[in-house]
């Protein structure tokens, strides 16, 4: 007959095996599902790493434009012309818009006289308007104006 005291201990082996391994499969499993998260995220990085890498090669690239020089602007007379056409404003009005006189207007178009930087960037600003917001500036400035020329 085999000894009492090491079949006690063989049994109790077996079932603390059994107990550590039923507490251990959790976190082997959880621990599985964090190393295959941080492989995600690993990789996550090394994509913007390389993406960042690529933009500053870019940025380095691109012509710098500092602020001490101001955009440089074109200024063609025929297109002047024809988009003072296409909101359908007279000079006077299109000279209003943009703070100098009808004349103004005139030479400019007929290539006589090209503008300032400072009113080339006004005009710039005015090639976006609509036909509707160009009126809608044009009665407010006439709204401005009323009580300076009821004064004068």
């Not at 499969?25 to 993406?51: D, I, M």
């Not at 404003?89 to 400019?108: E, F, H, K, P, T």
């Not at 600003?125 to 500036?137: I, T, V």
Request: net charge positive; glycine share 6%.
């Amino acid at each position: 007959m085999p000894n009492i005291g090491a079949m006690l201990k063989q049994e109790i082996a077996r079932v603390s095996r059994r107990e550590i391994r039923s507490q251990v499969e959790p976190l082997r499993k959880a621990s599985a599902q964090y190393r295959h998260a941080n492989a995600l995220l690993k990789q996550q990085v090394a994509t913007l790493e390389r993406q960042l890498a690529q933009l500053q090669k870019q940025v380095r690239n691109a012509p710098a434009a500092s602020e001490s020089e101001p955009l440089k602007l074109r200024f063609v007379a025929k297109g002047l012309k024809s988009h003072r056409s296409r909101l359908g404003l007279s000079a006077a009005d299109y000279g209003r818009l943009v703070g100098v006189s009808a004349q103004s207007i005139y030479n400019w178009e007929q290539g006589h006289a090209t503008p300032r930087p400072e009113q080339l960037g006004t005009i710039a600003s005015l090639r976006r308007l609509r036909k509707r917001e160009a009126q809608r500036r044009i009665e407010e400035l006439a709204v401005k104006e009323a009580p300076k020329a009821a004064k004068g």
